[in-house]
């Protein structure tokens, strides 16, 4: 089975901190997706990246960047937190390449609050 | 551009109760449609999927139907029960070689009581 692990269930900072978010996938995938979950919003996709190095904006990329040195590890960087960034973040990941964005295989969350 | 619209929540049945989640969807083109189930303190888990018209899908009970001509893929299960209590997004794809996104609904949350 594939296994994305994220590196936390739940994480306090405070505004104004640079915050790393870790998501790695054992099954060498060459696509992986960050997105952020809230009530009433569902699921929007922040970036996502199809190749070691290569990065795309996704609909909410505002606030955020990302980082994959290994085609394992796929990082989301919030740069300044702000309390408008307290959320589920999910990651994903699919193999093939192309940025194919199906099947999506997921991690378990992190719960991020910025206080 | 793509957009999907489900029914809002919460849902709360009681045990062996009919369920239905309505999901609409607005894209260009055949997008394939999907069901996903997040359970509690876990990340998503894809349902079910169906890629055409008339496709249905199924899974652990669950059924949905993938109807072009109202542009829905409502969801089912005959008798729900309390381990079905998790959180439901349908979700759509629009096959684009380099270019592919899921759009997924809001969510809909389910809670089964005994």
């Known amino acids: 089975d594939v296994k994305v692990t994220q590196s936390s269930r739940y994480l306090v900072k405070r505004t104004g901190e640079k915050v790393f978010l870790e998501c790695v996938q054992d099954?060498?995938?060459?696509?992986m997706f960050w997105y952020r979950q809230d009530p009433g919003l569902g699921l929007r996709l922040i970036y996502f990246?199809?190749?070691?190095?290569?990065?795309e904006k996704g609909d909410i990329p505002e606030g955020y960047s990302v980082s994959r040195e290994k085609k394992e590890r796929f990082s989301l960087i919030l740069e300044s937190a702000s309390t408008n960034q307290t959320s589920m973040y999910l990651c994903?990941?699919?193999?093939?390449?192309?940025?194919?964005?199906?099947?999506?295989?997921f991690g378990d969350g992190t719960r991020l609050s910025i206080l | 551009g793509n957009s999907v619209t489900q029914m809002e929540g919460p849902v709360t049945l009681s045990e062996e109760a009919f369920l239905t989640i309505n999901c609409t969807y607005t894209?260009?083109?055949?997008?394939?449609l999907f069901w996903y189930v997040q359970y509690p303190g876990e990340g998503l888990q894809l349902l079910l999927k169906?890629?055409?018209?008339?496709d249905k899908g199924s899974n652990k009970g669950f059924e949905a139907t993938y109807r072009k001509e109202t542009t829905s893929f409502h969801l089912e299960k005959g008798s729900v029960q309390v381990s079905d209590s998790a959180v439901y997004f349908c979700?759509?794809?629009?096959?684009?070689?380099?270019?592919?996104?899921?759009?997924f609904g809001t969510g809909t949350r389910l809670t089964i009581i005994p």
């Open positions: 994903a990941s699919t193999p093939g390449g192309g940025g194919r964005a199906w099947p999506q295989h």
């Open positions: 099954m060498d995938h060459e696509n």
């Open positions: 990246s199809y190749d070691v190095k290569m990065k």
């Open positions: 894209a260009t083109g055949y997008p394939s």
């Open positions: 169906a890629t055409k018209a008339d």
């Open positions: 979700a759509l794809l629009r096959p684009n070689f380099g270019n592919e996104k899921l759009t």
